[in-house]
C-alpha cells in the first residue's frame, strides 16, 4: 500500500495568512515517517510551489464577490492534475492544505479516477455557497457548490466538470451554516449531520448513517475531506474560522477510524490548519491532531 503527500500551501481561498504554512508544519512534525511505521510506502516529493501559478496571473480582480478567483482556479486546477495522476497510479493521495478550496482540485482528482466515489466531508461549515450566496467572496465557503455545478457558471472555473451528485456527498459536524446554504442543502436533498444529530446519536451512530447514506453497501471508493474547524476550538484552536461547539477529539478520530475500517478510503484532505493563529502550545496542538487524524484515517488503531 502507496500513499502519496500532496502539500499544498495556499491561503488564497480566504483572507487570513498562514494557512499557506500548514502543510509545512504537519510535514515538519514527522508526518510521513508516522505514515512510514503504518506500513505505508510514503511519497513526497516536496510542497508544490504555486508561487509559479500566481507569477503567472499578475492581477486578479473579484469576479462579483469572488475573491482571487483566477488563482484560486488555477491552483485547483494544479491540485486536481496531482491528485488524479497518484490515484490513476493506486497511490492514495493525502493533501495538506491549505484552506479549503483546494478540495474543488482534491475531489475533482478523485473524481477523474473513482468517478463513483462518495464524499465524506467533515467541518463546522458546509462551504457550499456560491457566487451568488457568498457573503465572504472567500472561495473556501464555496467549493462543495462548484463540484456540484450549482450557481451561475464562471468562466475562469470551467475546468471543474460537476461531476458530484447531491447525494453522493455526506457532512458530519457542521454548526456554522450560512441562511443561503442552508436553503441550497434543503433544495437539493444533500444529506448532512450537524452536531445536534452527533449530541443525539453519538458519533458511531451518526457515522454508520452517514456511510449508510453515501455508500450502503460500503462499496464505492471514499473521498474522506476533513477541515480541522470541524474540531470544537479547544481541540484545533490554530484555524481561521473556529466555531465552538465542535466534535470531541475522539469524535473527530473515530470518524477516521469508522472510515479506515470500511476498507473504501481512495483519498484525504487534512485542511485549515493554520499555524499563525494561536499561541505557540495551540499550534503545536493542532498541528499534532492533524497528523494523528491523518494516521486514524490511514490505519491506526488504539490497540
Ligand atoms: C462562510 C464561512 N460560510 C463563508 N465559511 C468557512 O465565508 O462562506 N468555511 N469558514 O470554512
Ligand atoms: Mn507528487
Ligand atoms: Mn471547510
Ligand atoms: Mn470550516
Request: charged letters at 20%; hydrophobic letters at 40%.
Amino acid at each position: 500500500k502507496s500513499l502519496a503527500i500532496v502539500g499544498c500551501p495556499f491561503s488564497g481561498g480566504q483572507p487570513r495568512p498562514g494557512v499557506d504554512q500548514g502543510p509545512i508544519h504537519l510535514i515538519q512534525a514527522g508526518l510521513p515517517s508516522q505514515l512510514e511505521e503504518l506500513g505505508w510506502k510514503v511519497q513526497f516529493d516536496g510542497h508544490h510551489q504555486f508561487e509559479d501559478i500566481a507569477k503567472f496571473i499578475t492581477s486578479d480582480p473579484d469576479i462579483g464577490k469572488l475573491k482571487n478567483p483566477r488563482v484560486v482556479s488555477k491552483v485547483c486546477e494544479a491540485v486536481a492534475k496531482s491528485v488524479g495522476s497518484h490515484a490513476k497510479q493506486g497511490v492514495l493521495p493525502v493533501t495538506l492544505g491549505g484552506d479549503h478550496s483546494l478540495a474543488m482540485g482534491t475531489i475533482s482528482g478523485t473524481l477523474e479516477q473513482y468517478p463513483d466515489a462518495c464524499v465524506v466531508w467533515i467541518d463546522a461549515h458546509a462551504d457550499i455557497n456560491t457566487a451568488e450566496t457568498t457573503d465572504t467572496g472567500n472561495i473556501h465557503g464555496m467549493p462543495v457548490s462548484f463540484l456540484l455545478g450549482l450557481g451561475q457558471p464562471i468562466p475562469e472555473f470551467a475546468w471543474i466538470k460537476p461531476q458530484l451528485k447531491p447525494n453522493k456527498i455526506v457532512y458530519i459536524g457542521l454548526r456554522d451554516v450560512d441562511a443561503g446554504e442552508k436553503k441550497i442543502l434543503r433544495e437539493n436533498g444533500i444529506k448532512a449531520f450537524s452536531m445536534h444529530e452527533v449530541d443525539k446519536h453519538g458519533i458511531g451512530k451518526v457515522v454508520e448513517l452517514a456511510l449508510d447514506h453515501v455508500n450502503p453497501k460500503r462499496d464505492l471508493p471514499i473521498h474522506l475531506s476533513f477541515d480541522v474547524d470541524a474540531l470544537d476550538p479547544t481541540v484545533a484552536p490554530s484555524t481561521g474560522t473556529p466555531v465552538r461547539g465542535g466534535l470531541t477529539f475522539r469524535e473527530g478520530h473515530y470518524i477516521c477510524e469508522a472510515i479506515y475500517e470500511t476498507g473504501c478510503l481512495v483519498a484525504l484532505d487534512i485542511m485549515e490548519v493554520n499555524p499563525s493563529l494561536a499561541k505557540e502550545e495551540e499550534v503545536r496542538q493542532t498541528v499534532a491532531v492533524g497528523c494523528s487524524l491523518a494516521r486514524s484515517a490511514l490505519g491506526e488503531t488504539l490497540l
